[in-house]
Nanobody, 124 residues
Framework: QVQLVESGGGLVQAGGSLRLSCAVS????????MGWFRQAPGKEREFIAHINRSGGSSYYADSVKGRFTISRDNAKNTADLQMNSLKPEDTAVYYCAASTRWRVTGRRTEYDYWGQGTQVTVSS
């Protein structure tokens, strides 16, 4: 059974930073593409970033490009999301997800496993 557990959410002022972490147990971590998504109240869950199996390639949504950085540590079975220059519109529940697909394009349906989410609130 694969389990994903997010941590690191909280309340931060606009312009501040947070680092989210996703711990993955179960099947070999390095076999997954890892992604981060978020869902604001009343909105659909949206793609933020993904990182390939080796950690050598990543991709970001335009809304977070240049502010967020996704990383992974295959020795520790973790995938992190460093969030800088946070804005009130970044307020959402943030989810990490794992995909067994060879290639992903940012669609939720491409991911097989999901964490329970962690709340990020950015105050103005």
């Amino acid at each position: 059974q694969v389990q994903l557990v997010e941590s690191g959410g909280g309340l931060v002022q606009a312009g501040g930073s947070l680092r989210l972490s996703c711990a993955v147990s179960g099947r070999t971590f390095s076999s997954y593409v890892m992604g981060w998504f978020r869902q604001a109240p009343g909105k659909e869950r949206e793609f933020i970033a993904h990182i390939n199996r080796s950690g050598g390639s990543s991709y970001y949504a335009d809304s977070v490009k240049g502010r967020f950085t996704i990383s992974r540590d295959n020795a520790k079975n973790t995938a992190d999301l460093q969030m800088n220059s946070l804005k009130p519109e970044d307020t959402a529940v943030y989810y990490c997800a794992a995909s067994t697909r060879w290639r992903v394009t940012g669609r939720r349906t491409e991911y097989d496993y999901w964490g329970q989410g962690t709340q990020v609130t950015v105050s103005s």
